[in-house]
């Protein structure tokens, strides 16, 4: 494995291969100790042209874990029409010998083009415009088969803006490569254009979204879509497809709520059922560490060990 | 000073010959249709046998950048390019810096193509001043000094008033206005069309009712104002119908469609090829079908290229900030003979008349273009219909690179062109 | 009692199933000879084929002492020194088990081969990592020499003299359906 830049072209046996070492790896987490040297001496950049402390810092965790050297370049936004292109500052961090570049912005696909452009440096996309965020990904799915033993056969929500949301996208990739089924809940403004001519099974109606479903992950609403027009109100999305105690009534009695974070709290997700109140089973917190385990996975898979020497 | 064309095959729409014939060119202008074999024993003889010669390629639409982005392409380049595609006119959008939106910049234009050009070159004048949408140009200005047409290309006009008062001033003037037709609100920061492929790939996208709109409104106002509206770039099957509807109707409008705008769809997008990416953007296979047929029954009229050159490292960029456009004159025949005469959609003859004398109506260009007529200005293209080749974008004549067309392999390519009676090699 | 090996296999027969459960139980013999019995041991075998052979030498120790000694199984992908390159995906990584708190404990670390060294060098760190054992013994059912590193084992199954180029195979009935140990010309020829 050479990059990490989409789950939609990730194979089967590659995910299966993420999650297994993510699954090995997270015992690490649970140390007194938390550090082995897999992957010393190697470097990993993260490159982040969108703020991001979360994703950021758990890959620098990942790979201060597996002893990796982590570098950080948080870059402005608006530094990138003024100033040095995209291309020579990655070329610029390949010559600096990074080993890996995690890479987050604000436009779909630059991390494939990084690695069009790039010979010698893995890239790893750490969320692209609408496009993809594999790791989230990843993680959700980790998440998910830790409770319910497997992906295969269950139902699985993603409700809230797909529309603008990678993390829509990846989840519909991976998980239906796993054999989950999945549907996506939300208002028509926020549903993908030809949505139905992805393997999933769209609704604009919340409760026909919800029913029987034994996995829901709730998507981070962005407010600027109201003012953008996309929205009448906060209160009235709340009302339509929050989630709720009220709204997971109609899913299966055990149904686990993701959400990849941050939260609005009463918008898009009750603070209940954020809490894992009312005997709910919130994954939020799982999902944050199983992030590590993750990450540290795919930064295994790229810079690790491939060789099989003897003993 | 004669050139004599012997061996060939003659296709010439305006006249409708399509036989083996000679050519007879004498001091820059067509003399002669000759039964092939006859001896011309004083002119200069080239050997076109198993050619086609056809009038000089035009195209009506072209950017060239000169003034301005010289770094993309000049008219020396761009004329090259014309000339390497079997072009012999070509007509400039005013979006160049300044853009030709006065006199000065016309004649501008034409005594560097009076220098440096190999094909003729007619400027096109913007609608409005800097091409801003408010201001209306001095259009009668425009015309004397050289302007053949009025557009808005590139910055479309969003008002329908100002576009309503240009269209009054075309008219007016007896100037076609020439529209890019998009609802700037309903595409917004939109880099591809909408739909399955944008939303596989998370680019924001255009959607073709955009178009649609935007043409049905021109399309009304050119009917309450009586100017004559060319639609540029047609990339949708909404489109396509409501030019069939209009020109039932009787209203002056004409309309043109662009290679790329039948051969490819959005899926040459994917992994992000901002090659791929214009405006007008790649739409489906079904807008692509429709296209061709308003090509077959004759409600498209031409054929263009829409050639618009970008610097290699404009478009090596993410592809929400890359540039829209991509180049067109040395891949249009080719293209079109391969996709539209191989495939039964346009005769030869047809093919070439929505190369030749088509635009040239449309624009109303001088007299003698588009055609082989004896009197005509010697403007010739000689055509390989035969020759299989991949195009490589690195062996073109333009000075930019951005082809989605790379590494296809095409049947067809121009030979070489004559100008006014002078022959370009390249 | 060793079947001749299939025509197409080079690999020539160095110890078959009855003489690996002789050397494994002259090796539980010496462990307990060393360690005064079996009490505070804990055996823990290095992925893949040292984990049955711990097992194996767990149940001996039973038979010969009757006291339960429990077993681990240690995985060193994550404390490997060979660099390779990221064009394939690396070894898989399987989980260690060590089921008991190793502070403090005698530990019998338990290899099918003990070749450079490096294997056994990348297990300490591991075992380390989880715990501070008292000491740390190594117990091995072959020894090919070769050694890179300072490493010497305890409790040796049989020494067994090799070139570089050589390549020893363990089969083992847990997971190959057979006890037998070969030794190839080179790698490539190994099933």
């Known amino acids: 494995m050479k990059h990490l830049l989409t789950l939609r072209e990730t194979s089967k046996t590659d995910i299966d291969y993420l999650l297994d070492t993510a699954g090995t790896l997270r015992e690490i987490l649970e140390r007194p100790v938390k550090k082995v040297p897999t992957l010393r001496g190697r470097a990993m950049i993260t490159l982040f042209y969108e703020n991001s402390t979360r994703t950021r810092t758990s890959f620098e965790m990942a790979a201060k874990i597996m002893s990796a050297e982590a570098i950080n370049i948080a870059v402005s936004q608006s530094s990138v029409s003024k100033g040095e292109s995209l291309k020579d500052s990655l070329l610029t961090l390949q010559a600096l010998k990074a080993d890996c570049i995690v890479m987050r912005h604000s436009s779909s696909g630059t991390p494939e083009f990084a690695a069009q452009i790039l010979k010698h440096t893995s890239i790893i996309n750490a969320g692209d415009g609408r496009h993809e965020h594999p790791t989230q990904g990843l993680l959700d799915m980790l998440t998910i088969r830790q409770t319910k033993g497997q992906l295969e056969d269950l139902e699985v929500a993603i409700v809230g803006d797909i529309a603008h949301s990678r993390v829509a996208r990846s989840n519909i990739w991976g998980l239906t490569k796993m054999g989950a089924k999945v549907r996506l809940v939300g208002p028509r403004t926020l549903l993908p254009p030809d949505a139905d001519r992805l393997p999933v099974q769209v609704y604009d109606n919340l409760a026909q979204g919800l029913d029987g479903v034994d996995v829901v992950n709730v998507l981070r609403l962005q407010t600027e879509r109201m003012e953008k027009g996309l929205l009448p109100s906060l209160r009235e999305y709340s009302r339509l497809f929050g989630i709720s105690q009220q709204s997971l009534k109609l899913a299966q009695p055990d149904v686990m709520v993701l959400h990849p974070g941050p939260m609005n709290r009463g918008v898009e997700i009750s603070a209940d059922v954020a809490d894992g109140k009312f005997g709910i089973h919130s994954a939020i917190e799982e999902q944050v560490t199983n992030g590590i385990a993750v990450r540290m996975a795919v930064l295994y898979a790229l810079m690790g060990v491939s060789s099989d020497t003897e003993a | ?426 | 009692m060793s079947e001749p090996p299939p025509p197409t296999i080079e690999g020539v027969p160095v110890l078959d199933a009855d003489d690996i459960r002789r050397a494994l139980t002259r090796i539980a013999h010496e462990i307990v000879e060393k360690n005064h019995g079996a009490q505070n041991l804990v055996l823990v075998g290095v992925l893949t084929r040292g984990a049955p052979l711990a097992e194996r030498l767990s149940r001996l120790l039973f038979q010969i002492e009757s006291q339960p000694v429990p077993v681990g199984k240690l995985d060193i992908g994550l404390y490997r020194d060979d660099y390779g390159t990221a064009q394939n995906l690396p070894v898989a990584l399987a989980p260690s088990d060590i089921p008991v708190d190793i502070t403090g404990k005698t530990i019998i670390l338990v290899d099918e081969v003990l070749f450079t060294g490096r294997t056994v060098r990348a297990a300490l760190s591991a075992l380390l990592d989880v715990g501070r054992p008292a000491s740390i013994q190594l117990a091995v059912l072959l020894d090919r020499g070769h050694r890179e590193l300072p490493i010497r084992p305890d409790y040796i199954g049989k020494n067994l003299p090799t070139s570089r180029q050589e390549y020893v195979q363990v089969l083992l009935k847990e997971i190959d359906g057979e006890d037998r140990v070969l030794i190839y010309k080179n790698k490539g020829e190994a099933r």
């Not at chain 2, 380049?77 to 006119?89: D, E, K």
């Not at chain 2, 004649?107 to 400027?123: D, K, N």
């Open chain 2, 1 to 426: 000073m004669k050139t004599l064309l012997f061996g060939g095959r003659i296709v010439d729409p305006s006249q409708h010959i399509d036989r083996d014939a000679d050519l007879l060119i004498e001091d820059g202008k067509i003399s002669a249709i000759l039964e092939p074999g006859t001896a011309i024993a004083d002119a200069e003889q080239i050997d076109v046998t198993g050619k086609v010669v056809v009038p000089g390629l035009i195209d009506i639409h072209v950017h060239l950048r000169e003034p301005g982005f010289e770094y993309k392409e000049d008219i020396e380049s761009g004329t090259r390019a014309a000339a390497a595609g079997g072009f012999t006119r070509v007509c400039c959008m005013p979006n160049t810096n300044p853009a030709i939106d006065t006199a000065a910049t016309v004649r501008f234009i034409l005594e560097r193509t009076e220098q440096v050009g190999v094909a003729h070159v007619h400027p096109i004048g913007a609608a409005t001043r800097a091409m801003q949408g408010d201001q209306l140009t001095e259009m009668a200005e425009l015309k004397s000094a050289g302007a053949i047409a009025i557009s808005d290309d590139a910055f479309p006009l969003q008002s329908a008033e100002t576009t309503r008062r240009a269209m009054e001033y075309c008219a007016m003037l007896n100037l076609p206005l020439l529209t890019h037709n998009e609802d700037k609100a309903l595409t917004q920061k939109g880099a591809m069309n909408e739909g399955y492929t944008a939303t596989l790939l998370g680019i924001p996208g255009m959607p073709r009712v955009a178009e649609d709109i935007a043409v049905a409104r021109n399309i009304m106002l050119a009917k309450l104002t009586g100017c004559h509206l060319h639609l540029l770039h047609i990339s949708t099957a909404g489109t396509v119908e409501l030019l069939r509807r209009a020109k039932a109707e009787g209203i002056k409008v004409t309309g043109e469609a662009c290679q790329h705008h039948w051969a490819l769809t959005d899926e040459a997008c994917m992994k992000f090829q901002t090659d791929a990416k214009m405006n007008p953007p790649l739409r489906t296979q079904e807008d692509c079908e429709a296209i061709k047929q308003g090509l077959q029954d004759g409600t498209i009229d031409c054929i263009v290229t829409d050639h618009a050159p970008h610097a290699e490292y404009e478009k090596e960029v993410e592809f929400d900030a890359a540039p829209f456009g991509i180049l067109g004159l040395e891949t249009s025949f080719p293209i079109t003979y391969t996709t539209l005469v191989k495939t039964g959609v346009l005769t030869l003859s047809e093919a070439i008349a929505k190369m030749t004398s088509e635009p040239a109506k449309i624009l109303s260009l001088p007299e003698g273009a588009g055609t082989l007529c004896p009197g005509a200005i010697a403007d010739v293209a000689v055509l390989d219909l035969d020759t299989i080749w991949t195009i490589d974008r690195n062996t073109v004549q333009s000075k930019s690179k951005n082809t989605p067309f790379h590494g296809t392999e095409v049947q067809g390519r121009a030979v070489f062109t004559v100008v006014a009676g002078r022959v370009i090699r390249l």
